[in-house]
């Protein structure tokens, strides 16, 4: 979909996106209009290695407040503690898919507890009965309670997508979230050929 941010910046083209792998990388802005090159070319050949979520969180962290210090003036860099947000400076909203099981979790919901420069919706995608997602996922419920800026969703075993969809835009979109006949646009829809076990 055309990212809301759009409206305000014509100039931005797609949703910027970074991976959480072993190296967290900023990939730039993925539209859906080049969205099966920029996936293959910046996406899936960055992969691999194990999710590793304090990697992607300091690429987004890193990469954010830069943007807001040399495009507006906000933000600040200290020696010891790194970036800080300053007062006036526009809140990131983030949406992250987790698949539970990274290595480093405990100390990324640490760091999570007491920010407050990012609106933070997690997505924890996992397999039915899998312990390593049960025992994220209450962590991550517990966080989310403790602090209003994180808001989490735990996706496993049969579940609607759409309205999964619908859930997750309306969290990172807290103001005019996509409605439900724009998701439903048939352009998102799999065709026969692009389901898994297909066969003609």
Sequence with gaps: MIPRAQREHPGQKGIDTVT???YGSYVGQLSTG???????????????????VMQGWQVVKNTYFKHQNETYGHGRFDPVFG???????PKLSLLVFLDGEATDMDEFELELLGETWAYVTIALVGMENCPHHHSHAVEL???????PHVGFYDVHGRVLERLVVQDLLSS????????????????YDLKPDELPGYSA
């Design 34 to 52: 080049t969205w099966e090159q920029d996936w293959g070319m910046k996406v899936a050949s960055r992969l691999g290695g194990g999710t590793q």
């Design 83 to 89: 970036w800080q947000p300053t007062p006036g400076m």
């Design 141 to 147: 419920e517990r966080v989310a309670k403790f602090n």
């Design 172 to 187: 990172v979109y807290p103001v005019d979230p996509p409605v439900y006949e724009e998701i439903l646009k048939p352009e």
């Design 20 to 22: 959480f792998s072993t």
